[in-house]
C-alpha cells in the first residue's frame, strides 16, 4: 500500500481500468461497491456523481457504500446522499486524544451526521492506536459507550495500516464473544454488534481497483501487498492464517473499491 501513496487520482476520471474492474465485479457477482482511500478520503474525489452514476448503469441493483473520516460530510452535505451506506472512521471521541492520535482536527460531529439521513445504513470503525487503550479503563470503553449512545447498531474496531499488531482488544479486556461475522469475533454489547477486524484472518473477499490502476481479487491490503509485482497476496501468505471459508464461495459479496489516492 505505501508503493501506492504517490499516486494522485482524485481528478482521475474515468479511472484507469475501470472498465476491467467492472468486468471483474460481474464475473464475481458483486453487488455492493466501496469507495475509501488509504492516505486521503473519498469525498476529496472530484467526480463522485460520474463514478457513482457509471457504477449503477454498470452493475444493476448495486448499493455504493462510502468509508471517509467524516470531516468533509458536513461541508458538503450534497454528497452524503450519493451514497446508499457509509462507515465513519475515528480514533477517538475525546478531542485532545483525537490531536494525539490524528495529529490535528477534531472528531467529527457525529449527531448532525446522521441527522442528514436518518435511517441510511452508517457504521463506525473505530481505529486502535495505543493511545486508546492505556489505562485500566482505556478511551476504546469511552467510545464505544459514547456510539452507542449517538444510536450505532455497528461498530468495527480496527487496525490501522502500518502499525505493530495489536490484536483483538476486547478479548484482552475480557469481553466474552457472542458470535462471529465473517470469521471475525463478535461481541454484542447491549443492542449493539461490536466486531474485532483483522485482515489478516477475515473471511471475505473482493475485487480491489488501486490508484495505479492495478486490479486484485483478494481482500488483504495491508500486508503481502508485492510493489514490484503490483499483486496482494492471498490469505495463504500470512503466517497462522485462521480463515476457514472462501469467501467467494458463499454467498456473501463484498467489494472495496479502493479508487482513491494522494501524496
Known sequence: MMALDPFDNLDTYPLKNFDSFIEKCKAQNVKEVNLTGSNTDPLLYKHQIKLIGDLRAEIPGVRV?????????????SNWFLYDKAS??????????????MGQGNPPNLERILNLRPGMPVKANVVICPEVLEGPNPDLLNTIRELRHLGFKKINIREPYGQPHIGDPLAKLGFIKTGTVLGMPLYGIGDTDVVYWDVHYVEVESVNLYANGVISETYPVTKGHDPVAGKVEDQTHFQKSG?????????QKKISLHVIQQS
Open 243 to 251: 480463515r476457514v471459508t472462501d469467501q467467494w464461495l458463499s454467498r
Open 65 to 77: 457504500g462510502l468509508r471517509t473520516n467524516g470531516a468533509l460530510i458536513l461541508k458538503e452535505p
Open 88 to 101: 465513519i472512521s475515528v480514533t477517538t471521541l475525546n478531542p485532545e486524544l483525537y490531536i494525539k492520535t
